[in-house]
Nanobody, 116 residues
Framework: QVQLVESGGGLVQPGGSLRLSCAAS????????MGWYRQAPGRQRELVAR???????NCADSVLGRFTISRDNAKNTVYLQMNSLKPEDTAVYFC??????????WGKGTLVTVSS
């Protein structure tokens, strides 16, 4: 069982920055692929960025060059650094963990609002 708790969301002006954190329970964090997804009102959940247990990263085209995903296995935490935020980045951001056993876990999400 993996529990994920996101933090760091909030209200930010366009062009601003936020750093999201996702703290994971359990001792198997380093074996999991971790990801950030988002869901805007009226839209489907979409991948933002993902980092595998080997450190390979893929990001959505819409956030390339602005968002950076990273992980600290010693702290059981994955981060999403978001720079140059745009109003269209407004969404609930969810943390995801995919275990080597094929089980996927989700956090409850943290709201990011980009508005002036």
């Amino acid at each position: 069982q993996v529990q994920l708790v996101e933090s760091g969301g909030g209200l930010v002006q366009p062009g601003g920055s936020l750093r999201l954190s996702c703290a994971a329970s359990g001792s198997s964090f380093s074996y999991n692929d971790m990801g950030w997804y988002r869901q805007a009102p009226g839209r489907q959940r979409e991948l933002v960025a993902r980092i595998t247990r080997f450190g390979s990263i893929n990001c959505a085209d819409s956030v390339l060059g602005r968002f950076t995903i990273s992980r600290d296995n010693a702290k059981n935490t994955v981060y999403l650094q978001m720079n140059s935020l745009k109003p269209e980045d407004t969404a609930v951001y969810f943390c995801n963990a995919d275990t080597p056993f094929g089980v996927s876990y989700w956090g409850k999400g943290t709201l990011v609002t980009v508005s002036s």
